[in-house]
């Protein structure tokens, strides 16, 4: 059973981040939250459109006031107003005793969904509206309170040699495996649902030796807009044998928020970006 067309553009909605700034970790984070569509592909002879419009009043005010009632959020009439969050819905009568809604939350400085589900509920009398508000409640509330992925610059990982005669610039098969490295570690960690990852493109590119300039990268970073910069580096031991680390600071302190070395001779080039993702994922992902 699929929502008809007429729901899905509510869904799709293009949202700009504001620009807010909470008071202090105590502040009321802001919610937006848009009347959800409603849709009667049921084909039932009866007009129910005035009880309909009235169901769907009630089912948003209470919503509205649940999530008011938590200390931790506000309702607020855009993301304009300073919202953190929007909330986005529809719902669709397709039978006499059963109706769908579809409901999206949008974290808008990240731009990214953190909740886009399907419910079904059934009836259409004022008890099984009420019912399928608090079960919606609970689930966009628990959306609300999942922590928004960090912003992280991942920048490319650089190679240092430490073998006795190193070749004269970077050869291109090493070019490539630490291309393949920084893809690898960026595609992990945004799968992890705890980062976003920021385009570093562009300006980022013009940058060389990240790991011998002292945090100059945080500058770059929190330009682009992150909340955190990652560094690494593939240290060549010998033509087959290398180490790699990385390295994780606050983009508005400099603060080195976490660092990770392999601290073992490990196999040769093809194997940098296994290593590179094994590494970052223990200390970043898997021990949070």
């Not at 607020?76 to 059963?98: C, M, N, P, R």
């Not at 808008?108 to 059934?122: P, S």
Request: aromatic share 6%; proline share 3%.
């Amino acid at each position: 059973m699929h929502l008809s067309r007429s729901i899905l553009p509510a869904l799709l909605l293009i949202v700009c981040p504001a620009a807010y700034s909470p008071a202090g970790a105590e502040a009321a984070i802001g919610v937006a939250m848009d009347d959800f569509s409603y849709t009667d592909t049921s084909a039932e002879p009866a007009n129910q459109t005035a009880a309909h419009e009235r169901r769907l009043s009630a089912f948003m005010a209470a919503l509205r006031r649940d999530i008011g009632a938590d200390g931790r959020y506000r309702p607020v009439a855009s993301a304009q107003d300073g919202a953190a969050f929007k909330v986005i819905g529809g719902i669709q009568k397709t039978s006499t005793l059963v109706q769908w809604a579809k409901v999206a939350v949008i974290d808008v400085g990240a731009r990214k969904l953190v909740m886009d589900k399907l419910y079904t509920f059934r009836g259409d009398n004022d008890e099984a509206w009420q019912r399928a508000e608090m079960f919606v409640s609970r689930e966009v509330m628990a959306a609300l309170a999942t922590p928004a992925p960090v912003a992280l610059a991942v920048f490319e990982f650089e190679l240092e040699d430490t073998t006795a005669a190193p070749a004269a610039g970077l050869a291109a098969s090493d070019a490539s495996y630490l291309a393949e490295v920084t893809a690898s570690v960026r595609e992990a960690l945004g799968q992890s649902g705890r980062y976003r990852i920021v385009d570093v493109s562009g300006e980022a590119t013009k940058a060389r030796a990240l790991r011998d300039c002292d945090g100059c990268e945080t500058a770059i970073a929190q330009k682009l807009g992150a909340d955190q910069s990652l560094i690494g580096v593939v240290r060549r031991v010998s033509r087959t044998e290398y180490t790699l680390g990385f390295q994780v600071r606050d983009v508005r302190t400099g603060a080195v928020l976490a660092r990770g070395d392999s601290g073992l001779r490990l196999g040769a080039d093809y194997s940098w970006k296994r290593g590179a993702v094994r590494l970052v994922s223990e200390r970043l992902v898997e021990t949070r």
